[in-house]
């Protein structure tokens, strides 16, 4: 999209538009749809939010359906990201202001999982973990196009019975080396907490 960096940051990086653009991002949805999945969040809220987001071109109103010819609301093409120039422009200073909107995004879900009566973690799939992968740009690009080929087929799942909406979040980037493991000492001296 072709929105600037501080337009689009005023615009999406806010708790409630992230997760309007979340529920949006699986395919058309009307306003009562975008309600249903956002509970919490007063109706006034929501329709202001839904037209600043449709003014400023990080949604779409593609359409009326329904009996009170309810909007229709769909991501833009290229969907409501930065474009690559947008990322280029970035600073680091912005990246990190992303990236905690990101992370914030993240503990409000959860959050509000935590807060949902008779949770299990384990029954419910929640999980999380870090590892760290050691891999050349060849090996890394496999992994990618793996990881999309995997994902891509389930985006489309419209909701129905027996389906749980379940939230994927990846951060991807390169970490420190770990140091070099010290020498080993010189055979003449013993291993230290040996007494001899």
């Known amino acids: 999209m072709s929105t600037s960096n501080e337009r689009w940051e005023e615009l999406a990086l806010h708790p409630v538009r ?3 653009l979340r529920s949006v991002a699986a395919g058309h949805r009307t306003t009562r749809e975008i309600a ?10 929501l329709y202001r939010h839904l037209a600043a987001l449709t003014k400023g071109g990080l949604l779409e109103a593609t359409g009326e359906r329904g009996i009170g010819q309810e909007r229709v609301y769909t991501l833009p093409p290229g969907g409501a990201v930065l474009d690559a120039d947008g990322l280029a422009a970035a600073t680091a200073e912005d990246h990190e202001r992303y990236f905690t909107a990101f992370v914030s995004s993240l503990l409000a879900d959860f959050s509000r999982y935590l807060a949902r009566d008779g949770i299990d973690l384990v029954a419910d799939g929640v999980g999380y973990r870090q590892t760290v ?19 891509r087929p389930l ?8 389906r749980t909406p379940r939230l994927l979040a990846t951060v991807l980037m390169p970490v420190d080396p770990p140091p070099d493991p010290p020498p080993d000492p010189p055979a003449d001296i013993p291993p230290p907490n040996q007494h001899g």
Do not use: C, K, W, Y
């Open 155 to 162: 985006l489309g799942n419209e909701p129905r019975d027996g």
């Open 18 to 20: 992230l997760r309007i």
């Open 133 to 151: 992968l050691n891999l050349d740009d060849a090996e890394f690009a496999e992994f990618a196009r793996g990881f999309a080929e995997l994902v």
């Open 36 to 45: 249903g999945l956002l509970p919490d969040v007063p109706q006034a809220t």
